[in-house]
């Protein structure tokens, strides 16, 4: 038992190490992503979409989306989708698991005829369709199977050489397209895919600007240190233009988009990360949707060593040792010095990482947010950290347990 | 209850960390202080900016319509430089002919194209990119051109993709002959992004391209440059005088004969281009392909089974 304290203590100095170095490594990726960022700023130019827009060198873009029920925001996100401005472009729209009802409520609202396939392997085809509307509509109805084999049967649909997928959580611009096709046409060669992430415009509550801190520090460390890293990751928010023939050298979509964006690394292919106003995640209205939202990111990153320190070691680590700080201090068994020294280790760094991320947004591209939203994100570190941080890590825990 | 373990480290540690950290956020509060103070100094200058631009556009509409009164222009030019130079340069790709001319002549009278000249010599990326958009937009104009000598031809070999591209626009719409020459040359590099935009600049060159430097690169044999020149006729949508495809048609390069297809509806063809037309409509390796000449036979009013 007298050995209980030199142990806790020795535990806790490591912890209060580990936390200290991914912080260290933190400040080090946003930096990097501020710079990152600066430089695009800098060398953003004249807009051209309008000339890509009438010229036939662009190529043809299949937008590839995957629903699953019929209700009005999805049909309406779909209408959307369909009025993308792209000189080529068409929609390959996959049901998947829908009801008939439901997929009546498809054929009808969007006026699709089924197209007669003849069965190619062991099992049936899957049932397709094409509207005769004048857009480009091209519709699979598939069971519900395994992850991301709707967006394998879409590929089958898909006939031009570049593929879009638009996060189904995402708002964006008409021009969406134009300009990522740009950096695929500068060095079509080399560039696999571009990936484009936007901040949300600024919104009013708590939840809200927590959230806004959580996306700001992912767009720079995720986006735009990662990409510049070569180790590009997909955001929430994020809008990516693909080659088909990445993804056909991946074998498919294999387990989601960030296998995908492994294997073209693989293949020494580039992608660029397009840090522009043209596509964004909408802002949390509330502690459940941020929650939401924290569930959905995770759920599009599983694996990945860097994901398991950050996801669950850090959380995992943080967590177990204010516990236990709190615990032994408690029964004596530490200083209270070592105590406070966790909980600056954990909330302090926290808040100097998230002022951080909102004075480096700042100094890249100054002067284009309201002066009083952004002192607001900055003073959201302090609650951000003391309270909400330490149940985040918990509901990270949970989902990465839950996988 | 027992003696608490690593007292000085931690304390030591404790106060390390934490000055650290307040070190931190001191200067990022600072940083935060000073960015918003210039963030402010930016929104004033552009609330500014837009309470002065409507009555810029007014004067300059004036100006377009033919007056000669540039009075409420030049009262603006010293406090207000680059409103002036964005309100004029905003009419880029909405006016033409005569009334560019005007607007370009109000730059030169100004003193702003001298200024740009200036400018793009900087060793400010920024600066020097700002400075080339401008002066492609009025070397329209020939007293322009003059002025600006051969700053856009030097700058064609500038490190930045986007002043190279800049400063071809402007050279296309100079017209001279070795400019447009040195243009499509640039527009058939790997660059398909630069080789769309400048595209749409050169289909207005059509003619004197197809007379001059088209035929030269179809006949060169370095099958990019040829597949891009034949991308880009393509492209321009409009009757090409070229009458000697046959070659292209039948070119061991799938890509090159696709894009010899898609152009042959454009051109006035001689016999031997027709005839290949023929054959590659008839083969049956290549659907593409047949596809694409059996749709050029149509348009070329050439009859398939006769000819066969």
Redesign the interface.
């Given at each position: 038992m007298d050995q209980a304290p030199v142990l806790v203590s020795a535990l806790l100095a490591g912890a209060v190490g580990f936390l200290l170095l991914m912080a260290a490594a933190s400040m080090l990726a946003l930096f990097k992503g501020a710079s990152e960022l600066r430089h695009f700023l800098r060398s953003n130019s004249t807009d051209y979409s309008q000339v890509l827009l009438g010229s036939p060198m662009v190529y043809g873009v299949s937008v590839l989306a995957v629903v699953r029920d019929a209700a009005p925001p999805t049909r309406e996100r779909i209408r959307r989708l369909l009025a993308l401005h792209c000189p080529q472009h068409e929609l390959v729209l996959v049901l998947e698991g829908l009801s008939d009802a439901a997929r009546d409520q498809w054929v009808e609202d969007f006026h699709l005829t089924p197209v007669k396939l003849e069965a190619t392997g062991g099992g049936p085809a899957p049932a397709r369709y094409v509207s005769s509307e004048p857009a480009h509509l091209t519709v699979v109805e598939k069971a519900r199977e395994k992850q991301n084999d709707p967006y394998n049967a879409a590929l089958t649909a898909a006939r031009y050489p570049v593929l879009a997928l638009v996060d189904a959580r995402v708002e964006f611009i008409p021009d969406l397209l134009l300009h990522l096709m740009r950096p695929l046409l500068e060095d079509w060669e080399h560039v696999a895919a571009v990936c484009a992430s936007a901040l949300p415009p600024p919104s009013q509550g708590l939840a809200a600007r927590i959230g806004a801190l959580e996306m700001l520090r992912r767009w720079l460390v995720r986006g735009a240190a990662f990409a510049s890293w070569g180790k590009l990751m997909p955001i929430p928010g994020s809008c990516v233009l693909v080659k088909r023939s990445a993804v056909e050298a991946a074998g498919g979509f294999g387990r989601g988009v960030r296998q995908l964006f492994r294997q073209i690394y693989r293949t020494k292919q580039k992608l660029v990360f397009l840090p522009a106003p043209v596509s964004w995640s909408r802002a949390p209205g509330s502690f459940a949707d941020l929650r939401d939202h924290l569930r959905y990111d995770q759920a599009q990153l599983a694996g990945g060593p860097i994901l398991f320190s950050v996801r669950l070691l850090r959380p995992l680590i943080e967590s177990s040792a204010l516990l236990l700080a709190a615990a032994s201090l408690y029964l004596g068994w530490i200083h209270p010095g070592l105590a406070a020294l966790v909980l600056l280790a954990s909330v302090g760094t926290g808040i100097a990482l998230s002022v951080a991320a909102v004075v480096l947004r700042e100094l890249a591209d100054p002067g284009t947010r309201d002066p009083g939203y952004v002192t607001r994100l900055f003073l959201t570190a302090i609650p951000e950290n003391l309270g909400y941080r330490q149940l985040r890590n918990l509901f990270l825990i949970a989902g990465f347990l839950r996988g | 209850?027992?003696?608490?373990?690593?007292?000085a480290?931690?304390?030591a540690?404790?106060w390390a960390?934490?000055s650290l950290?307040a070190v931190?956020?001191l200067f990022?509060?600072l940083?935060?202080i000073r960015?918003?103070a210039?963030?402010?100094?930016?929104?004033r200058a552009?609330t500014r900016s837009e309470a002065v631009r409507p009555a810029l556009r007014e004067a300059l509409f004036r100006i377009l319509a033919g007056s000669p009164d540039e009075s409420e222009i030049r009262r603006h030019l010293e406090n207000h430089r680059e409103d002036v130079a964005e309100t004029l340069l905003s009419f880029h790709g909405t006016v033409s002919g005569g009334a560019r001319d005007r607007l370009c002549r109000l730059a030169l009278d100004l003193g702003l194209v001298h200024e740009w000249c200036h400018d793009g010599g900087s060793r400010d990326?920024?600066r020097r990119?700002s400075a080339m958009?401008r002066l492609a937009f009025v070397c329209a104009y020939e007293p322009c051109r003059r002025a600006i000598g051969d700053l856009l031809t030097r700058s064609l070999n500038d490190s930045d993709?986007?002043i190279r591209l800049?400063s071809a626009r402007g050279l296309v719409l100079s017209q001279a002959a070795t400019d447009l020459e040195d243009v499509f040359l640039m527009a058939l590099g790997?660059?398909?992004?630069?080789?769309?935009?400048l595209?749409?600049d050169l289909r207005r060159q059509s003619a004197a391209l197809c007379a001059d430097v088209v035929p030269e690169v179809l006949k060169s044999g370095q099958a990019e440059y040829v597949k891009a020149t034949l991308?880009?006729l393509?492209?321009w949508?409009r009757a090409v005088p070229l009458d000697e495809l046959q070659p292209l048609i039948e070119h061991a390069d799938r890509d090159i004969r696709i894009a010899a297809l898609r152009l042959a509806p454009l051109c006035a063809l001689n016999q031997d281009s027709r005839a290949a037309i023929v054959r590659a409509a008839a083969a049956s390796g290549d659907s593409e392909s047949s596809s694409l000449a059996g749709i050029a036979a149509e348009r070329l009013n050439i009859r398939l089974k006769e000819k066969q």
């Amino acid at each position: 038992m007298d050995q209980a304290p030199v142990l806790v203590s020795a535990l806790l100095a490591g912890a209060v190490g580990f936390l200290l170095l991914m912080a260290a490594a933190s400040m080090l990726a946003l930096f990097k992503g501020a710079s990152e960022l600066r430089h695009f700023l800098r060398s953003n130019s004249t807009d051209y979409s309008q000339v890509l827009l009438g010229s036939p060198m662009v190529y043809g873009v299949s937008v590839l989306a995957v629903v699953r029920d019929a209700a009005p925001p999805t049909r309406e996100r779909i209408r959307r989708l369909l009025a993308l401005h792209c000189p080529q472009h068409e929609l390959v729209l996959v049901l998947e698991g829908l009801s008939d009802a439901a997929r009546d409520q498809w054929v009808e609202d969007f006026h699709l005829t089924p197209v007669k396939l003849e069965a190619t392997g062991g099992g049936p085809a899957p049932a397709r369709y094409v509207s005769s509307e004048p857009a480009h509509l091209t519709v699979v109805e598939k069971a519900r199977e395994k992850q991301n084999d709707p967006y394998n049967a879409a590929l089958t649909a898909a006939r031009y050489p570049v593929l879009a997928l638009v996060d189904a959580r995402v708002e964006f611009i008409p021009d969406l397209l134009l300009h990522l096709m740009r950096p695929l046409l500068e060095d079509w060669e080399h560039v696999a895919a571009v990936c484009a992430s936007a901040l949300p415009p600024p919104s009013q509550g708590l939840a809200a600007r927590i959230g806004a801190l959580e996306m700001l520090r992912r767009w720079l460390v995720r986006g735009a240190a990662f990409a510049s890293w070569g180790k590009l990751m997909p955001i929430p928010g994020s809008c990516v233009l693909v080659k088909r023939s990445a993804v056909e050298a991946a074998g498919g979509f294999g387990r989601g988009v960030r296998q995908l964006f492994r294997q073209i690394y693989r293949t020494k292919q580039k992608l660029v990360f397009l840090p522009a106003p043209v596509s964004w995640s909408r802002a949390p209205g509330s502690f459940a949707d941020l929650r939401d939202h924290l569930r959905y990111d995770q759920a599009q990153l599983a694996g990945g060593p860097i994901l398991f320190s950050v996801r669950l070691l850090r959380p995992l680590i943080e967590s177990s040792a204010l516990l236990l700080a709190a615990a032994s201090l408690y029964l004596g068994w530490i200083h209270p010095g070592l105590a406070a020294l966790v909980l600056l280790a954990s909330v302090g760094t926290g808040i100097a990482l998230s002022v951080a991320a909102v004075v480096l947004r700042e100094l890249a591209d100054p002067g284009t947010r309201d002066p009083g939203y952004v002192t607001r994100l900055f003073l959201t570190a302090i609650p951000e950290n003391l309270g909400y941080r330490q149940l985040r890590n918990l509901f990270l825990i949970a989902g990465f347990l839950r996988g | 209850m027992t003696s608490h373990a690593g007292l000085a480290p931690a304390v030591a540690a404790l106060w390390a960390c934490a000055s650290l950290i307040a070190v931190c956020v001191l200067f990022f509060s600072l940083l935060l202080i000073r960015q918003l103070a210039r963030g402010k100094a930016l929104r004033r200058a552009s609330t500014r900016s837009e309470a002065v631009r409507p009555a810029l556009r007014e004067a300059l509409f004036r100006i377009l319509a033919g007056s000669p009164d540039e009075s409420e222009i030049r009262r603006h030019l010293e406090n207000h430089r680059e409103d002036v130079a964005e309100t004029l340069l905003s009419f880029h790709g909405t006016v033409s002919g005569g009334a560019r001319d005007r607007l370009c002549r109000l730059a030169l009278d100004l003193g702003l194209v001298h200024e740009w000249c200036h400018d793009g010599g900087s060793r400010d990326l920024i600066r020097r990119r700002s400075a080339m958009g401008r002066l492609a937009f009025v070397c329209a104009y020939e007293p322009c051109r003059r002025a600006i000598g051969d700053l856009l031809t030097r700058s064609l070999n500038d490190s930045d993709e986007e002043i190279r591209l800049a400063s071809a626009r402007g050279l296309v719409l100079s017209q001279a002959a070795t400019d447009l020459e040195d243009v499509f040359l640039m527009a058939l590099g790997p660059n398909r992004f630069a080789r769309a935009v400048l595209a749409e600049d050169l289909r207005r060159q059509s003619a004197a391209l197809c007379a001059d430097v088209v035929p030269e690169v179809l006949k060169s044999g370095q099958a990019e440059y040829v597949k891009a020149t034949l991308e880009m006729l393509a492209a321009w949508d409009r009757a090409v005088p070229l009458d000697e495809l046959q070659p292209l048609i039948e070119h061991a390069d799938r890509d090159i004969r696709i894009a010899a297809l898609r152009l042959a509806p454009l051109c006035a063809l001689n016999q031997d281009s027709r005839a290949a037309i023929v054959r590659a409509a008839a083969a049956s390796g290549d659907s593409e392909s047949s596809s694409l000449a059996g749709i050029a036979a149509e348009r070329l009013n050439i009859r398939l089974k006769e000819k066969q």
